[in-house]
């Protein structure tokens, strides 16, 4: 019996021993998409290291939290994982998620990564514990804005945005870097999201002539955007950011999408490197598109940063991770004293169809 004592609190303390790293993003909702992406991406990861040996020796368990894009649900997620022992999030997807959410883990003591939440503020608060593998609207913009000045000198421009801190962030660095330019907007409007008829909005940038709409927000209002303003008649090109990166815009747009414009960063699924585990991804069914690798590189980080620490105390991890840089899916990556990752910039691309039918997002030529 004491051999069998022995045994059980030895098996206790290896179990007990696992770590803890949630992840929170919109799991179901109009948002799904990108959840899933966080999702795969992090237990695609968490499952490559733990095959490895895991982190210092301890094996990854990832626990999933559901904010439905919400930041009243995005704070009940984190108040959860605070209760669960949680140490490590990756997430949250939506800025406006991110930022209430982060405060919340401060205070607790978990270190959080967001694969996804481009929002400046998210960083810029001085919080100890908050980093992200993505980019920055106020980076994104001055590349989204340079481009609209360069190419659509003389036309039209309306700037509509959802009124969330990502999307008329977004609409704003954006417009700011434009109109520095010496081009201004002939409209700047706010919809709702979980809007679903645009027609006053279409019939208000028909009657002024609009033939490029920059949209600040995400792909679910784009898609219906696109799809009811070829409906109407209206001739102009969505530009947007990386908030339409999913290839369910051109299900809901149908083929108006088709030389719809965004920015995001170099995809890494394009990259020789990635080649193996993109095709891990499609193995098991799913296509590793947009914040999925990002995310996978979000749990690399926490995992070579705890190696470099020696530790699992997030404070501990977070002090390695501004003073190291880290190989991962989306390349050698360091980060700034602020959380911020040091990233190749923002670039252009375009949805068009491909060989087998679909349309999805290239970089432009």
């Not at 098996?11 to 007990?16: C, M, P, R």
């Not at 659509?152 to 520095?180: C, S």
């Amino acid at each position: 019996s004491a051999v069998a004592l022995t045994a059980l609190v030895a098996f206790s303390g290896s179990a007990w021993a696992d770590i803890t790293i949630g992840v929170a993003g919109p799991v179901t909702g109009p948002n799904a998409a990108f959840g899933a992406q966080l999702q795969k991406g992090a237990e695609q990861a968490a499952a490559d290291i733990n095959a490895a040996g895991g982190i210092n020796g301890e094996q990854i368990k990832v626990v999933v939290g559901d904010d439905v894009s919400d930041p009243k649900q995005g704070i009940s997620v984190a108040n959860k994982f605070v209760a669960d022992g949680v140490k490590f999030v990756i997430g949250h997807f939506n800025s406006g998620v991110s930022i209430p959410a982060s405060e919340v883990y401060a205070e607790n003591g978990i270190l959080e990564i967001t694969p996804a939440a481009t929002n400046p503020v998210f960083t810029e608060r001085g919080l100890w514990n908050v980093f992200r593998t993505c980019g920055r609207d106020d980076q994104q913009g001055v590349v989204a804005g340079k481009f609209l000045a360069d190419n659509f000198k003389d036309a039209k421009i309306a700037v509509v945005h959802d009124k969330t801190p990502y999307g008329q962030g977004l609409a704003d660095e954006t417009k700011k870097a434009m109109n520095a330019a010496g081009v201004q907007e002939v409209m700047y409007e706010g919809v709702n999201i979980g809007d679903k008829d645009f027609s006053a909005l279409i019939g208000k940038m028909k009657e002024a002539g609009v033939t490029i709409i920059y949209w600040g927000g995400l792909h679910t209002e784009a898609g219906l955007i696109i799809r009811q303003a070829a409906d109407q008649g209206l001739k102009a090109t969505l530009v947007s950011g990386d908030g339409i990166v999913s290839n369910e815009l051109a299900s809901i747009a149908g083929d108006a999408v088709a030389g719809t414009l965004n920015t995001f960063g170099p995809d890494p699924t394009l990259n020789p490197a990635n080649k193996e585990l993109v095709e891990k991804f499609k193995a098991a069914g799913f296509n590793p598109e947009a914040y999925t690798l990002y995310s996978y590189a979000a749990m690399q980080v926490i995992a070579e940063a705890a190696k470099a620490a020696n530790s699992t105390d997030p404070q501990e991890v977070a002090k390695a991770i501004k003073a190291n840089t880290f190989p991962t899916a989306l390349g050698e990556m360091g980060f700034d004293d602020k959380g911020d990752p040091k990233l190749p910039g923002y670039i252009i691309y375009e949805w068009v169809k491909g060989d087998d039918g679909k349309y999805t997002y290239k970089p432009k030529a």
